[in-house]
């Protein structure tokens, strides 16, 4: 089975700052996808950025970067440029390239972006 | 910008009462999830539909709870009887199919059992 580890519960960062988020997972499958998911107090879930396992380059979305290491089953969230409004938890997440597209999220990691 | 709609946000029950929640996807997305996230944890899978028709319910517990999507448009959850384990948000989503692969979410409904 499928599993996802965020290790840490909680960040902090400083406005204007760069901080990085850890994801480890577990799988046997070559294909597949990890996301990053921003929930914000009150507020929906949104996708932040999305890697699919047989792309060697690493995704990046403006603000927002990953570290894909296949090898070691690691999936870092870089955010450079830190905002007040990037506070929010943060779910790592993984899916199987078949017909589900279930998710399996970790526990998340609760960023605070402070002035 | 469409978004998942979800009613009620807030629900609170007493234990052994039934509950029911109800979700309405972006329009023309054919897969909806139904997540349950406890506190301190990552949502988790309860089922997921594709049109009218279950895909996955490996997850949910349905002795008490149960799902469906008459016309393969908004769907309803329900529990009953409501336990204190239940105490969670629930969560839905909508994708328009699995070869987009995001999921959409809403803004989910807390549900508060005493």
């Known amino acids: 089975a499928q599993t996802v580890t965020q290790s840490q519960p909680e960040m902090s960062v400083q406005e204007a700052e760069t901080v990085t988020l850890s994801c480890t997972y577990d799988t046997s499958e070559n294909n597949y996808y990890l996301f990053w998911y921003k929930q914000p107090p009150s507020r929906q879930m949104i996708l932040v950025i999305r890697?699919?396992?047989?792309?060697?380059q690493n995704a990046t979305e403006n603000r927002f970067s990953v570290n894909f290491q296949k090898a070691a089953k690691s999936f870092s969230l870089k955010i450079s440029d830190s905002q007040l409004g990037d506070t929010a938890m943060y779910f790592c997440a993984f899916m199987m390239t078949d017909n589900t597209d279930k998710l399996i999220f970790g526990t998340g990691t609760r960023l605070q972006v402070f002035p | 910008e469409a978004e998942v709609a979800q009613s009620p946000r807030y629900k609170i029950t007493e234990k052994s009462q039934a509950v029911a929640f109800w979700c309405d996807p972006i329009s023309g997305h054919a897969t909806l999830y139904w997540y349950r996230q406890i506190l301190g944890q990552g949502p988790e899978l309860l089922v997921q539909f594709q049109d009218e028709s279950v895909v996955d319910d490996s997850q949910l517990p349905k002795d008490r709870f149960s799902a469906e999507r008459l016309k393969g448009v908004d769907s309803t959850l329900k529990i009953q009887p409501a336990e204190l384990g239940d105490s969670a948000m629930y969560l839905c989503?909508?994708?328009?199919?699995?070869?987009?692969?995001?999921?959409?979410f809403g803004p989910g409904t807390r549900l508060t059992v005493t």
């Open positions: 890697q699919e396992a047989y792309k060697q």
């Open positions: 989503a909508s994708s328009p199919g699995v070869i987009a692969r995001e999921q959409y």
